[in-house]
């Protein structure tokens, strides 16, 4: 069943170039520029004039949702609200029949999230899905949305669902884009042309376990770690810093790198492991200064840089290189090493990877 890997959270980290590639087929069209998603075309008038999307989830799709956030506030220009469905039902939330609701949930049986929709769904919002488990219960209480395609995924540190939930967000928020034209329809052809390339990508990300082996070792006898990321790399930094947490009990934080200045800084000493992201994005000089400061306090700076940038390479203790890519795509990318960093320190501390204690593969009490 594991097909000769030794977990299934291995095994579904390198299903990740075919997942990505199975939630793309037959909805994009890179030579026309163009996205079709059957689950949504129904809701096109309601789309096109959405005031308001509030994105319901818990845990790691909650992170897929802030990836959601940034691309479709980007690219389709509608307000977006990222919310814990624990939160956000127990609230009294200001919801009407303006808004859309996405709820993203791996197994569909969270109860959390089921609950957040049936109180957004008492309100009138429109509800669109986002799950893998065929049939679940989160299918049928939404009105349209579409599945991620991962395969099940039977490591309770979600992998491979995670990097589905983003490709079908991504789909969602150019779907919309195309819909209101809110992006140029050049701009549009360019990413998703390049969308398509993105399992190449990720098969080369995967390329990085040597690195992440090695790195695992330095850092496996951390009391805690700080993860930090901007723009589409701050959910990067939370999703790699719940990774570890949950499989290895390694204390870790993710945190938006400009605010480590506003508090996680005073953590920094030499035996603090500081994971950053830092890819060629726009906010690239902004990271590199914060690895300059977290260098200057002695801390371990483990980056995440894009391939053949020699500036970090002198600045960071570790780096890890992934491929180029537009920053909308970084968290397809980012996260596969930070998966593979949290596997490789649980391996070398005996955790059971597929079944972190305390845990459930899906929560279905609250
Ligand atoms: O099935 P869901 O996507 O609704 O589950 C949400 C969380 O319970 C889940 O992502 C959890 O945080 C994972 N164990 C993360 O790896």
Not at 169 to 179: C, E, N, P, T
Not at 258 to 270: Q, S, Y
Request: charged share 25%; glycine share 6%; aromatic share 6%.
């Amino acid at each position: 069943e594991k097909a000769g890997y030794d977990h299934f959270m291995l095994k579904e980290i390198y299903e990740q170039p075919r997942s990505i590639r199975d939630c793309l087929r037959g909805r994009i069209s890179p030579s026309e520029g163009t996205v079709q998603l059957g689950g949504l075309k129904d809701y096109d008038e309601k789309l096109k004039n959405a005031n308001r999307i509030i994105i319901i989830a818990c845990g790691t799709s909650w992170h897929a949702g802030l990836v959601g956030e940034y691309l479709i506030e980007n690219y389709a220009r509608i307000p977006v609200e990222v919310e814990y469905a624990s939160e956000f039902r127990y609230r009294n939330p200001v919801v009407s029949e303006k808004d859309i609701v996405i709820a993203i949930s791996q197994s569909g049986e969270t109860a959390d999230t089921m609950a957040a929709i049936e109180l957004a769904k008492s309100k009138g919002a429109l509800i669109l899905g986002i799950c893998n488990v065929v049939g679940s219960s989160i299918t049928r209480l939404t009105d349209g949305g579409a599945y991620t395609h991962a395969g099940p995924e039977i490591g309770v540190a979600s992998t491979k669902a995670f990097t589905a939930q983003v490709t079908v967000i991504s789909l969602m928020a150019f779907y919309m884009a195309q819909l209101r034209e809110t992006t140029s329809p050049t701009v549009l052809k360019e990413l998703i042309t390049e969308l398509d390339s993105i399992p190449t990508l990720v098969e080369k990300c995967l390329a990085t376990e040597e690195a992440t082996k090695y790195i695992a070792e330095e850092i496996k006898d951390a009391v805690s770690c700080l993860f930090l990321g901007r723009g589409t790399g701050f959910p990067v930094a939370l999703e790699g810093a719940l990774k570890l947490k949950e499989i290895s009990y390694i204390h870790a934080e993710g945190y938006p790198a400009a605010e480590m200045k506003h508090g996680p800084i005073a953590l920094i000493d030499d035996e603090l492991p500081v994971v950053v992201v830092a890819t060629k994005t726009s906010s690239y000089k902004k990271v590199l200064s914060n690895i300059q400061e977290v260098k200057a306090r002695k801390g371990k700076v483990i980056a995440i840089i894009t391939e053949g940038d020699e500036k970090i390479k002198k600045e960071a203790d570790f780096v890890i290189e992934i491929p180029d890519a537009h920053e909308s795509y970084l968290p397809l990318l980012a996260t596969v090493p930070l998966q593979l960093l949290s596997y490789h320190v649980a391996l070398l501390r005996d955790c059971n990877v597929d079944q972190p204690r305390n845990l459930a593969k899906s929560v279905t009490v609250e």
